[in-house]
């Protein structure tokens, strides 16, 4: 087996103290104080199963069941590259795969699981033309229980999508009132973000929002949206 394979090749007792150092400081992962690398020889753990990705010879179908099992057992942002790489080489078997994992890890309890694989949504996935697509409509699914909690996390990355992709899904949500506050991040990461994209209709979705007037970010919101 290719996982196997790779444990034995960069040994199991280092393999599984990197592990434990991806457990413990997965959480918070692309946001601030969130850590996104590790110091000394662990760091190259990851690196070393990604190899196999780009030179092995391996079925892809076998890469990713490598890959996913990895990230259950190691969630770092490092061991997600590969899976935004590969996507175009995926057929219709390994995608499925894919986003079903992609999507119980949003939406797992814990932050440790869901905040790597997000930060590869918000930095890769979405920053690509080629991807942001494809990412954003099975990330979203509703058809999937539960969706709340992966919604929420996904509307937190979701500031480079395309305005035009995601103001259905945001005018939806602004429906609900339990749902306002996730759709307040989603304006605040389309308007601050770096490749954030903000459309038209965002003032008027903002001020159907019902929300404290000291809810973070949401008096700069204004202000931005004043000058538009």
Same mark, same amino acid.
């Given at each position: 087996?290719? @996982?196997?394979?790779?444990?034995?090749?960069?040994?199991?007792?280092?393999?599984?103290?990197a592990c434990?150092? =991806?457990? =413990?400081?997965?959480?918070g992962t692309?946001?601030? *104080? !969130?850590?996104?690398?590790?110091? !000394?020889?662990?760091?190259?753990? =990851?690196?070393?199963?990604?190899?196999?990705?780009?030179?092995?010879?391996?079925?892809?179908?076998?890469?990713?069941?490598?890959?996913?099992?990895?990230?259950?057992?190691?969630?770092?942002?490092?061991?997600?590259?590969?899976?935004?790489? @590969?996507?175009?080489?995926?057929?219709?078997?390994?995608?499925?795969?894919?986003?079903?994992?992609? /999507?119980?890890?949003?939406?797992?309890?814990?932050?440790?699981?869901?905040?790597?694989?997000?930060?590869?949504?918000?930095?890769? $996935? $979405?920053?690509?033309?080629?991807?942001?697509?494809?990412?954003? *409509?099975?990330?979203t699914r509703?058809?999937?229980?539960?969706?709340?909690?992966?919604?929420?996390?996904?509307?937190?990355?979701? *500031?480079?999508?395309?305005? =035009?992709?995601?103001?259905?899904?945001?005018?939806?949500?602004?429906?609900?009132?339990?749902?306002?506050?996730?759709?307040?991040?989603?304006?605040? *990461?389309?308007? $601050?973000?770096? $490749? !954030?994209?903000?459309?038209?209709?965002?003032?008027?979705?903002?001020? /159907?929002?019902?929300?404290?007037?000291?809810?973070?970010?949401?008096?700069?919101?204004?202000?931005?949206?004043?000058?538009?």
């Amino acid at each position: 087996m290719l @996982f196997d394979e790779l444990v034995a090749k960069v040994g199991a007792e280092r393999y599984r103290e990197a592990c434990e150092r =991806a457990w =413990a400081t997965a959480a918070g992962t692309g946001r601030c *104080g !969130g850590q996104r690398s590790w110091a !000394g020889d662990l760091q190259a753990v =990851a690196p070393q199963f990604a190899d196999a990705w780009w030179h092995g010879d391996a079925s892809l179908r076998e890469r990713l069941e490598t890959a996913l099992r990895l990230y259950a057992e190691m969630p770092c942002y490092a061991n997600t590259v590969a899976l935004h790489g @590969f996507l175009r080489e995926f057929g219709e078997p390994e995608r499925r795969m894919l986003w079903d994992a992609v /999507r119980t890890w949003l939406g797992d309890e814990d932050d440790r699981l869901a905040d790597p694989i997000a930060h590869s949504l918000w930095v890769d $996935f $979405f920053e690509d033309d080629a991807t942001v697509q494809e990412a954003w *409509g099975e990330v979203t699914r509703r058809d999937h229980a539960p969706w709340q909690r992966r919604l929420a996390r996904v509307l937190q990355v979701c *500031g480079p999508v395309p305005w =035009a992709l995601k103001a259905q899904l945001l005018d939806e949500l602004a429906r609900d009132p339990d749902t306002h506050h996730a759709v307040l991040r989603a304006i605040a *990461g389309s308007a $601050f973000d770096p $490749f !954030g994209d903000l459309g038209p209709g965002a003032a008027a979705l903002l001020a /159907r929002l019902d929300l404290p007037a000291d809810t973070p970010d949401l008096a700069a919101l204004r202000a931005r949206l004043a000058l538009r």
